[in-house]
């Protein structure tokens, strides 16, 4: 994918709260395309807590539809899930009925204090407003335990990745290459207060997909979901033919880096 759905200074309208409700009336679709997260990313995790998932007490934010809360459960961790979207919570509980998840926002977790060993946010903790979350978050979790925050971003090495961003950037007028070499303030911009003891680490990972699942992905975006349909439609046009020369057999390899940071309570 082109676009991640960080916070772009570049970006003015749509609104942010626009965006941020965009995912709803798309879940289904977000569902299908988006892409999972490695294996390692679960380990790094863990290594960087200093605890295993399994058995622990995790609280997974900005839930969605469930993509990492369903990794999360199948490491053996006891997950509720929290998600303040209606379309996304309600793709959620079909796919995850098994699954127990609250309506809610990071900003004012419905959690008791000092409940969980995990607090993750999977794509999700640009949405919600640092001044409240950084303390929502520390009171939740109990001492010793984790927040752990991460976003696939393009692996903007690889050529066709880079060309597809570039088209992108034209297209929706953001400079998506600069926001990937600003990661260092993206660390900043996480916990602006300083009270979280960031650890940052990068988890390269990789998925082939049919090229309708790529479009798929590329639509799924909030910053695509607010454009207009005519232009959505005209650039997933282009953007086909780009991909078929790059793979002829419409099998598309898409190359993610994951980046995590995790902060322990004292
Ligand atoms: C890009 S999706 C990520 C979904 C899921 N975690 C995943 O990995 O696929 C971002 C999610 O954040 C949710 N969200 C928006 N504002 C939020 C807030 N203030 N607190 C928590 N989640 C929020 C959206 O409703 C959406 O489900």
Redesign the pocket.
Known sequence: MTVD?HDRATTTPPSRSLR??S??AAAAQ?AAH?PS?PPALFDTVEELAGRSLSGARVV??????????SLLHARGADVLA????AG?AAEFRRGLPHIPLVR????ALPVADAHADFIT????WH???TAR?VPEALRVLRPGGALALWWNTDALDVDWIAEAADRTGRFFGVDVAAEKRKAAERVDRVDPSGRLDLTLRTVRWSRRVPIETRLGNIGSH?VFLVAPEERRAAFLEQERVHLLEVFPDGIVEETYDVLLLVATKP
Not at 121 to 124: K, V
């Open positions: 759905d941020a409700h995912f709803n977000y988006r997260y997974d934010v900005g839930a969605g539809t469930g993509i990492a809360t929290v998600e303040p979207g996304m809610g926002s990071g900003n946010y999977a794509q999700a949405w919600t407003d979350s909030s």
